[in-house]
């Protein structure tokens, strides 16, 4: 990143901090942090700083520039560009620059959404910051608007032990063989809308001196209120000798608010059981420890909760996603409301859209929100076709069609391409047709017992629909799947590269953005979506692997290993000309 006048020599990147507050705190240091509630913000202050490579040798001149964005989507919007000419003292070790910007009236400059700041010296970027601004509403003081503390309790480990699935809640820990003392805290959301919580959970010694820190950052997902998340900070070390015999507090802060105190030991033995947790003057209730015996209702729950929030976490779908938002909060009223839940709604569904558009993923996750409404049983999904239904004999398609229902009572039956049960002539359509109406008989006997999902092409599923008044009757629901948008494609392909543990080049992800916005903009009923980003991504994998292997080992940097290059994708060619587009694959000779 070194230009003319401007030698690398002179400095290394430190760090880029956030604060709102300006106010001094110990050691030199301001209220740091990440995340901001839209109305206690006026200014957004910055403080960069890097390491003089020249201590104790030379003064020296740098102009340094910060800037901050705004970041929408894939778009950033600049909002500022502060210069500042600044001179470099050769007693200086590390050196400090701090600008700020935005509105002396708390909550009218700064909107929800994503910020970065970044920072440049002699035009060369050394550092970037993001932080986040969330709005929820204005609060009264000391009022958490975003969520409730359901329980917090302590426990001991390795840096691995917050993946045990057993953990042993203690008060008191034994000085000789502690690690890390490690916290279990749960919380239930409060609002519908998603946004970023960081927590900060600090632990201080009997003197009141702070031992350690951690500052967890966790997302909370959209549509997921009264869902209750966990998380699992902590502090301390492997090998054991960091705790002393001492009294300590763990501190629970959030937007700068003390959240609650949690007083624990560090002795000559262990002592189980809960810590207590204050809450302001009071002792805070623990919510009850989730063991093997959690009742049924609490196990559907946390379900519910876990499925919507893969739901939502899928790339693109938006309008799926509010829909089946939506019909989760009419069901939970119509539960809570004493209504029959199975005369207003209907477990069949007609899934329509292109290939690739998510169908199958959706109608898997669908099938266990039932079993978490407690609608279905077992909330599994069993996957046919006309081939799993139909038989090529007379007689046999209504047992093949029964044994296939049979598998998925208290379930869903997924039936992909559906329409083609109605389609062609002679022996093959009665064979279809009886399928249909084994399928009619079994979704009016069995009503409610499990759930029938068809899905396929969308004007061939509204033929298929409408030529049958019983399926026309017992299809009520039709969840549309739109294409995939090129940054949905994009964003799909990027999160594919990153199990194969590979990112694309700034040359290559342009290539890619521009091929995806190729196939989409001359898009049919055939198009692909998130199959043919699948088809590219194992393709530029297979030649970053080919190219790889045409080289020595000794060259083989880690970054190389890791970086998808323009040569590996150059192959998905975009031709404008052609009527019709086609995945790449031409010859690399």
Known sequence: ???????????????????????????????????????????????FSFFNKLFDENDWEASVRLKCFHLNGSQTNELCNLEQVRKVLKDENIVYLRQSWGNATPGAYWLRGDYQWEAYIDDVKVGESKFYIEDVGPAKEGENLFFDIESIHLFEGDSKANALPDKKYLRTFKQAETRFVWCEFKFKNKTSQDYYAEIFFNFYNDAGQLKGSHAYLTHVAVNTFQQVYTIYPGWGGDTPGRWSNDAYTMEVVFMDQLLA?????????????????????????????TT???????????????????????????????????????????????KDVLSKFSLHTVFTGNPGTGKTTVARIVAKIYKGLGILEKGHLVEV???????????????????????????????????????????????????????????????????????????????????????????????????????????????????????????????????????????DKHFGNARTVRQVVGEAVKNQHLRLAAMKKEERTPELMTTIILDDVREFEIKEEQSKPRIGFHSRG
């Open 292 to 338: 093997a015996s959690t009742s049924p209702s609490q196990n559907t729950e946390n379900l519910l909760y876990e499925s919507l929030a893969e739901l939502n976490a899928l790339t693109g779908l938006d309008k799926i996603k509010t829909e089946i938002n939506e019909m989760v909060q009419l069901v939970k009223f119509y539960q809570e409301t004493g």
């Open 1 to 47: 990143m070194s230009q003319p006048g401007n030698p690398p020599t002179r400095y290394k990147y430190r760090d880029i901090k956030v604060h709102s507050s300006d106010e001094w705190m110990a050691d030199a240091s301001k209220k740091y942090r990440k995340v901001y509630d839209r109305f206690e913000t006026t200014y957004m202050r910055v403080e």
């Open 385 to 523: 076709d006309r081939e799993g239904l139909v038989a090529g004999y007379v007689g046999q398609t209504a047992i093949k069609t029964s044994d296939k229902i049979k598998e998925a009572m208290g379930g869903i039956l997924f039936i992909d391409e559906a329409y083609s049960l109605a389609q062609g002539k002679g022996s093959q359509y009665d064979f279809g047709a009886e399928a249909i109406q084994v399928l009619l008989k079994r979704m009016e006997d069995q009503r409610g017992k499990f759930g029938v999902i068809v899905a396929g092409y969308t004007d061939n599923m509204y033929e298929f629909v409408q030529s049958n008044p019983g399926l026309k009757s017992r299809f009520d629901k039709y969840f549309e799947f739109e294409d995939y948008s090129p940054d949905d494609m994009f964003a799909i392909a990027s999160g594919l590269f990153k199990k194969e543990e590979a990112q694309p080049d700034p040359a290559a992800a342009d290539h890619l953005k521009s091929y995806f916005s190729f196939l989409h903009g001359n898009r």
């Open 261 to 289: 105190t949690v007083p624990f030991r560090v002795a000559d033995d262990w002592e189980e059981g809960d810590a207590a947790v204050l809450t302001g003057a009071e002792v805070f209730k623990q919510a009850a420890k």
